[in-house]
């Protein structure tokens, strides 16, 4: 079964830093790129952060540039977000979403998701 | 980055058509073939649902169609159906980034 499931989230004070995870399994991990794609609660979808299958073409929301890293593990199967300088408006459901190709710009949609880890920022 | 502009609601009855437009601009909808579109039910993750602006994935119904005139990108379901009552999200590449519109609710009557 093709799944994604994030890891990592919960209640942070602003300005801390907390790393979010996600498993792939049921896919050739190294194929395909991935992205975080984020829903504050009761709004619309963001797309906040893409990474090529190799790592070597990543791309960030303006929001999120010089505050988020994107890594991925293709050993671990894994995709990771390292958020630092977290902020109130950064509070949301974070999921992790396959990409149809190997480049995050090649097709750039959204086929698998996981279910979303929520991140609270708040004192 | 400003999210793409989609109305907030649009409804149907059953049987019937409906679009829902998606507009950006000429650094993002405009210049590129890469919008695809979102289902979303309550409490559950996102549905990819057309891609490069008028792609079905597998397993979507050929009820649901994508097109792109311009700086505006459109999904039309055709044939509603209650299950079709949920949150439309279109997204496009913007050049290094990506764009989310604000999302549509569509009601089935």
């Known amino acids: ?123 | 980055q400003s999210a793409l502009t989609q109305p907030a609601s649009v409804s149907g009855s059953p049987g019937q058509s409906i679009t829902i437009s998606c507009t950006g601009t000429s650094s993002d909808v405009g210049s590129y073939n890469l919008v695809s579109w979102y289902q979303q039910h309550p409490g559950k993750a996102p549905k990819l649902m057309i891609y490069e602006g008028s792609k079905r994935p597998s397993g979507v119904s050929n009820r649901f169609s994508g097109s792109k005139s311009g700086n505006t990108a459109s999904l039309t379901i055709s044939g509603l159906q209650a299950e079709d009552e949920a949150d439309y999200y279109c997204c496009s590449y913007a050049g290094s980034k990506g764009v989310f519109g604000g999302g549509t609710k569509l009601t089935v009557l």
């Open chain 1, 1 to 123: 079964e093709v799944q994604l499931v994030e890891s990592g989230g919960g209640l942070v004070q602003p300005g801390r830093s907390l790393r979010l995870s996600c498993a792939a399994s049921g896919f050739t991990f190294d194929d395909y790129a991935m992205h975080w794609v984020r829903q504050a609660p009761g709004k619309g979808l963001e797309w906040v952060s893409g990474i090529s299958w190799n790592s070597g073409s990543i791309g960030y929301a303006d929001s999120v540039k010089g505050r988020f890293t994107i890594s991925r593990d293709n050993a671990k199967n894994s995709l990771y977000l390292q958020m630092n300088s977290l902020r109130a408006e950064d509070t949301a459901l974070y999921y992790c979403a396959k990409d149809l190709g190997s480049s995050w710009y090649a097709f750039h949609a959204f086929d698998i998701w996981g279910q979303g880890t929520m991140v609270t920022v708040s004192s």
